[in-house]
């Protein structure tokens, strides 16, 4: 196992490489000048010459690079353009909320997408199945904006019921905070909740027509147990690997939920840095997303591990 | 009994009057359009940061609703005869958020700060400055080295910010943006990049009576809609900037009050004229066909249609509130007809052209308006939706023909005018070049005369209208919404909100 982990860290850091290269180079492409963005109305050709100097963005691009490279290497992301926030400060600010939005959504998700799932492959064929099916497929299909926007309208506008966008840490008020989240996270789970529903359905059904299955059957187990104890823990192995996946992907920002709800975490930092060209914060997030995807596969090789005991010796 | 019921009416007094003091500890949410920039006065660039810096950062002297100058920080002023030395005399009671008093050695410390920051954003602003002294600690001495007529104007915004010079950070420019340590009403706590920035009651300040909030919050929410929905909703008390198609809504909701007013700023459609390779090629170069455009867009049918009502149509730079509008330049009604014809007078019967725009819902409706009014004066348009920061871009770099864009405007008329106008101009991206309008433009910064000023404006805009650098669409209006209970808020033409005497109702 640490052998793995150990091989897995190791093959991380080309990825990064890699990974910190293409942004870079992307950032370039893009049109505009971050310098002449920046000043906006005031533009004072001394002052915009002093800003190109200060951040280096007449060097050679290699060099800006290498440069950008050696900071990270000494643990320093660099700081904003555009507030002077340092890019760590900003993590540390929206990693917490991304993390927490994340971890509701798929809360909802799993606690949504699996049963249906289940249910879906044991009912096949039935009105049961039918609907989870039209449901799973509305969930993939209706764009989180506007299911965002519908929400905000009726629930916090009409009914007043939750707060209608915005976050509040935890620690200053727990109930609230999940409040704040809970529109968010359930509009994010929606897709998910979709994708895990397909999966654990065709896995289910897979794992219902497999020979054991077929044997317990024979013997008088009852359906329930059946289902629950042969099928489902067998079909479970690659749903836990699509979670961690999933959970990755959430990870590096829901950008079009965190702009409707004005949340202030890692999808809507990076969208509001791209679009004032703030080329320390889109690099030094996107390089710690990057992290925590690789942690998350990670973690995927060694779950899958854990649930399947055939491999942990292979 | 009798005395008993007195007391009891004493004691009601006394918990109507600790109400009334609780009525201080609220406090007010603000959704604003964008996050702002750097909270450093010197280097601040956008309208935006401007609205938090009126609540954080008193000033030298600010303006009224009627573009007069009123005191703030400085109780008077005066200019020397020969316009060239302006003193201030300073209120002795202000004091810096961190306790430190305001006097002039502090205010020349910061007026220095603005005018040698490597990058501060004041420096052209403050370039007619050459010395400023402190002979005492209520008087402060600016010596010029030409007369400016635009500098009370420009001390009237951030370049006459005080910041405590304790804060400053020879080292590091950012610590100021970090933790900006003023002399305003309200002082800095917290800000969360994207999600808030919150400021506290200054205690000391030497109006706090006149301030009626504990705390204020402003909270970027750039999705219009979702900023009105978080005002009926109650997570807000008031806004800026509503989009003009939610107008209808804001004003038919019982819990909300429409507070618009119009801007300093305007909406233009420029031509490039001298920009590089596309200049050459611009359909646009003959100035018929320049007038033709104009004559074929009708700004009142924008102002219905996009614009909710609240987009005056402009026909020169300076707003309708500021004492340089004038009445010589009426906003030109549609006229196809005499677009044809003039389109015929230049051996012309269809032009195609190409219009660029920021890509957002409302200049994209105008856009395709101007499109489809254009087309029936023969000028084919074809329409290019650009993201701002690369619009800019291509602005600067001239691959462009004719491009909409706003400004926010300035309350002296220089600042509406002389960057978009004067040949070198850090604005003049279509690169008109007039010697004429540039002495005058010159000529207008060194008159401090409101009256002979006006005329030297009047001449240029005359020129200005004959040689079609551009045309105006609109004035930028400031659209603000308030929940019912908000009382005391008057709008500002330039776009600010000025919390004082502002409270919350029961």
């Known amino acids: 196992m640490l052998r793995l982990i150990l091989r897995r860290v190791l093959v991380a850091i080309p990825t990064l490489i890699l990974v910190s290269m293409i942004v870079f180079m992307l950032q370039k492409i893009l049109p505009g000048d971050p310098v002449l963005t920046l000043a906006g109305e005031e533009r004072d050709p001394a002052v915009l010459d002093y800003l190109r100097d200060k951040y280096h963005l007449d060097d050679p691009l290699p060099v800006q690079y290498g440069a950008w ?181 959430l990870l590096a920002g829901a950008v079009l939920t965190e702009q409707v709800f004005t949340i202030p975490g890692f999808g809507k930092l990076i969208v509001d840095a791209v679009f004032n060209r703030d080329y320390a914060v889109v690099q030094g997030v996107v390089l710690c997303v990057a992290v925590g995807f690789i942690v998350m596969n990670l973690l995927a090789d060694i779950l899958y591990i854990l649930v399947n005991p055939r491999l942990r010796h292979a | 009994m009798k005395k008993l019921n007195r007391w009891g009416v004493l004691l009601g007094g006394a918990l109507m009057a600790a109400s009334a003091t609780c009525a201080v500890a609220q406090e007010l949410r603000i959704g604003l359009q964008e996050d702002p920039d750097a909270l450093d006065p010197h280097r601040a660039r956008t309208y935006v940061s401007r609205i938090v810096f009126t609540s954080l950062c008193d000033k030298l002297i600010d303006i009224d609703n009627k573009l007069q100058f009123v005191p703030q920080l400085a109780k008077s002023w005066s200019w020397s005869e020969d316009n060239k030395t302006l003193t201030f005399k300073l209120r002795t009671d202000a004091a810096f958020h961190d306790g430190t008093k305001f006097d002039a050695a502090a205010a020349k410390a910061n007026l220095e700060r603005a005018m040698t920051l490597p990058d501060s954003m004041r420096k052209t602003e403050v370039a007619s400055i050459a010395s400023v002294a402190a002979p005492d600690a209520e008087t402060l001495v600016l010596t010029l080295k030409q007369p400016d007529a635009t500098l009370l104007a420009t001390l009237s915004d951030r370049a006459g910010m005080m910041l405590s010079p304790k804060s400053f950070d020879a080292q590091d420019s950012g610590s100021v943006a970090r933790q900006p340590i003023c002399s305003g009403p309200y002082k800095f706590v917290q800000r969360v990049q994207n999600d808030r920035i919150v400021l506290e009651k200054f205690d000391q300040y030497y109006n706090a009576k006149d301030y009626h909030f504990a705390r204020l919050t402003f909270l970027p929410i750039p999705d219009t809609t979702v900023r009105l929905s978080n005002l009926r909703a109650g997570g807000l008390d008031m806004l800026e900037r509503l989009s003009p198609n939610d107008v209808a809504q804001a004003k038919g909701d019982a819990n909300l009050k429409f507070a618009p007013v119009d801007g300093l700023g305007f909406q233009e459609v420029f031509f490039n004229l001298n920009n590089g390779k596309r200049a050459d090629t611009n359909p646009f170069k003959d100035v018929r066909v320049r007038k033709a455009l104009e004559l074929s867009i009708d700004r009142e049918a924008i102002n219905q249609v996009v614009g909710g009502g609240i987009f005056t149509p402009a026909g020169q730079a300076f707003p309708p509130a500021s004492p340089y509008h004038s009445a010589k330049f009426p906003v030109p009604g549609r ?114 005369d409101e009256t002979q000023r006006k005329a030297l404006y009047e001449q240029v805009e005359t020129i200005l209208h004959q040689d079609m650098r551009n045309f105006f669409l609109y004035y930028q209006p400031w659209p603000f919404v308030l929940r019912k209970n908000v009382t005391g808020f008057t709008p500002s033409p330039d776009g600010m909100i000025r919390l004082k005497g502002v409270a919350l109702a029961k």
């Not at chain 1, 993939?140 to 939750?162: A, D, K």
């Not at chain 2, 195609?352 to 725009?357: C, Q, R, T, V």
């Not at chain 2, 691959?399 to 070198?424: H, L, Q, T």
């Open chain 1, 69 to 249: 490279v050696l900071q990270v290497a000494q643990g320093d992301l660099g700081k904003s353009l555009r507030t002077d926030v340092p890019v760590s400060t900003l993590i540390g600010q929206k990693l917490p909320v991304t993390l927490q939005l994340s971890v509701m959504a798929m809360f909802f998700a799993v606690l949504v997408g699996i049963p249906m799932g289940i249910v879906a492959a044991v009912r096949k064929g039935t009105v049961v199945e039918m609907g989870a099916n039209v449901a799973a497929l509305s969930g993939m299909s209706i764009p989180n904006f506007w299911l965002g926007i519908i929400l905000i309208m009726v629930v916090s506008v009409q009914w007043q019921l939750l707060p209608a966008s915005g976050y509040v840490p935890p620690s200053q008020d727990f109930w609230l905070s999940i409040k704040t989240l809970l529109m968010p996270s359930l509009v994010l789970s929606t897709a998910i909740a979709a994708y895990l529903m397909r999966h654990t359905r065709s896995a289910m059904l897979e794992a219902l027509g497999a020979d054991y299955v077929r044997t317990a059957r024979a013997k008088g187990v009852s359906p329930r147990q059946v289902v629950l104890r042969h099928a489902l823990r067998n079909a479970l192995m690659p749903i836990v690997t699509l979670v961690t996946l999933l959970f990755g992907e």
């Open chain 2, 335 to 448: 006229d196809v007809a005499k677009a044809r014809a003039l389109l015929k007078e230049a051996g012309l019967t269809t032009v195609k052209g190409e219009l660029a725009f920021g890509n957002n819902t409302t200049i994209s409706a105008i856009a395709e308006m101007m499109q489809a009014m254009a087309a029936e004066a023969g000028i084919q348009l074809t329409l290019r939706p650009t993201e701002y920061a690369a619009l800019l871009a291509e602005a600067e770099r001239g691959n462009f023909e004719v491009m909409i864009r706003g400004w926010s405007g300035r309350p002296d008329p220089d600042g509406n005018i002389y960057s978009f106008a004067s040949c070198k101009g850090s604005l003049n991206d279509g690169r008109y070049c007039n010697a004429e309008v540039d002495k005058l433009l010159n000529q207008a910064r060194v008159t401090p």
